[in-house]
């Protein structure tokens, strides 16, 4: 039971063709949905923070938690730092103790985002720390990005192995057609499986991510809507997909939409029916208890990680 890297996990992973589920957590009930379904499940588990997280609940409280998590379950645990915007952020989250960092220079020129990913993995190396970058953009993320400018934001193959080369980057994250958030695609979810098997057979053992890779399940979007939502025409990517991707080498997929919607419809539900309670303990409790089963089952059904810790 330990702050673990992803080296092990991501080797096993590979193998067996099955992906580890990196979920972003933001506060004490997130942390402890996850880690009571991954310990039920008895699966590996990255939990990562953004930013965002850091901002909202201070970077003290959320290291404390996880290491709480970790001395209340006796799960191994990968904490990571997802989207470390600058050398900064990621330089502060290894010294803070983060087994894992993702430098996302994905908005710079290949050279560029090739120099500071290698200035971070050197700091990273040299710590025991494993390093997740970037290439290519996500849709969705840019402003306007338009259909015919595809190929130019998708993960280019070449690109993807000169990159890997001379960064010496541990895990790659790729664009192929995901995006952050619950509007993923306008019309049919697709995403593009030639150029992901190209990456992989270019960098065989090599582990890719997939990022922005909620299903975004209409039951809970209805769920949040039914309860004085307005979150229309929401579509993610289906799980037949996930599991496709996770036996072509992809062995990280990152989750928040999900648990966020999961999360919201439960207390939303919650505070419609019981107008009268005022104890957050009760509508919180509810918001953890869906965390925990949409995680159980991003593990079971979709990861395809139970039982391989
Ligand atoms: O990729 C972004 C994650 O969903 C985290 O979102 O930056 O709002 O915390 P956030
Ligand atoms: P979703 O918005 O699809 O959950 O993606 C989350 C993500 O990629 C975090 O880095
Ligand atoms: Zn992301």
């Given at each position: 039971m330990a702050l673990v890297t992803s080296k092990e996990m991501f080797k096993k992973a590979y193998e067996g063709g099955y992906a580890i589920g990196a979920f972003n957590v933001n506060n004490m009930e997130i942390i402890q949905g996850i880690v009571e379904a991954a310990k039920a499940e008895n699966a590996p588990l990255i939990l990562q923070v953004s930013a965002g997280a850091r901002k909202y609940a201070k970077p003290a409280y959320l290291k404390k938690l996880v290491e709480a998590a970790i001395e209340d379950t006796g799960l191994d645990v990968v904490l990571h730092l997802d989207h470390g915007e600058d050398f900064e952020i990621c330089k502060q989250c290894i010294d803070d103790g983060f087994t894992s960092v993702m430098i996302?220079?994905?908005?710079?020129?290949f050279e560029e985002n090739i120099e500071l990913t290698k200035k971070v993995v050197d700091y990273a190396h040299e710590r025991g720390v494993v390093v997740e970058a970037e290439l290519g953009r996500l849709a969705g993320?840019?402003?306007?990005?338009?259909?015919?400018?595809k190929d130019a934001i998708y993960t280019d193959p070449d690109q993807a192995v000169e990159f890997v080369e001379r960064t010496g980057v541990d895990s790659l994250a790729i664009a192929i057609g995901t995006s952050h958030?619950?509007?993923?695609?306008?019309g049919e979810p697709k995403l593009d499986f030639e150029r992901l098997e190209k990456i992989t057979n270019m960098l065989p053992d090599f582990p890719l991510v997939l990022h922005?890779?909620?299903?975004?399940i209409p039951e809970f979007v209805e769920a949040c809507n039914k309860y004085g939502g307005n979150i229309p025409g929401a579509k993610g990517v289906p799980e037949d997909m996930l599991r496709r991707a996770a036996k072509l080498g992809v062995c990280k997929i990152n989750i928040d939409t999900d648990l966020r919607l999961a999360m919201t419809a439960a207390i939303r539900k919650f505070l419609a029916e019981?107008?009268?309670?005022?104890?957050p303990r009760k509508y919180l409790g509810k918001g953890r208890t869906a965390i925990e089963e949409m995680v159980t089952h991003k593990i079971k059904n979709v990861l395809g990680c139970s039982n391989k810790r």
């Open positions: 996302d220079g994905s908005k710079f020129p993320v840019e402003d306007n990005v338009k259909v015919s400018e958030g619950a509007y993923k695609f306008k922005g890779a909620s299903t975004v019981n107008p009268d309670v005022f104890d």
